[in-house]
């Protein structure tokens, strides 16, 4: 894989390594969930159906590199896993149903859609410190429509190109945030 695209996995591992000790773990992927739910005062069914589908996605793709058994994954180890696993409908399908658990915290005003301040609260809530980036910019790259909001579609492609794409020049490279180094 290009070292582009191990840069976002560095960044998507950055994010999820909620504890910050060098290592992702379910433990993580469980408190990035619920701090998610708690941001957006979300339903105690929803907080639990997110926890559950973000420790699914652990149970069944992240932690299968974890040949050690330690039940907690290097930056090395976690992107060889998803690399090896990064075509499997399966997987796909479980990002998907958390990425679909994260819409639906997000659009607030529940018409189906992100509004520009819905994403933008996105940023901050999974850790992105404000003026860090151009937020704007990160919502007009995803609006492929531009009708001012951000459809399901529209947000699952973003992030899809963010997972899986090697072009450099997508203006979904920053679906996160800005990459980290």
């Not at 050690?68 to 060889?80: A, V």
């Not at 990064?86 to 189906?112: H, K």
């Not at 980036?133 to 990160?138: G, L, N, S, V």
Request: proline share 4%; charged share 30%; glycine share 6%.
């Amino acid at each position: 894989m290009s070292e582009f695209w191990k840069r976002k996995m560095r960044t998507f591992m950055h994010l999820f390594d909620y504890d910050k000790d060098g290592y992702i773990s379910e433990k993580d992927f469980a408190d990035m969930a619920r701090s998610f739910a708690d941001a957006y005062n979300s339903t105690p069914e929803k907080k639990d159906s997110l926890i559950i589908v973000f420790v699914n996605l652990w149970r069944k793709y992240m932690k299968t590199g974890d040949m050690e058994k330690e039940s907690r994954l290097t930056l090395p180890i976690f992107m060889e896993s998803i690399k090896q696993q990064l075509y499997d409908p399966e997987l796909i399908n479980c990002l998907v149903q958390a990425m679909r658990g994260m819409f639906g915290l997000m659009d607030v005003n529940q018409d189906g859609y992100l509004q520009p301040d819905e994403h933008k609260a996105f940023f901050a809530n999974v850790g992105v410190p404000e003026g860090r980036f151009d937020e704007k910019a990160a919502f007009d790259a995803i609006d492929v429509n531009g009708d001012g909001k951000l459809s399901f579609d529209e947000f699952i492609a973003a992030f899809y190109d963010f997972f899986f794409s090697q072009d450099e020049s997508s203006p979904n490279k920053f679906f996160f945030g800005p990459l980290v180094d």
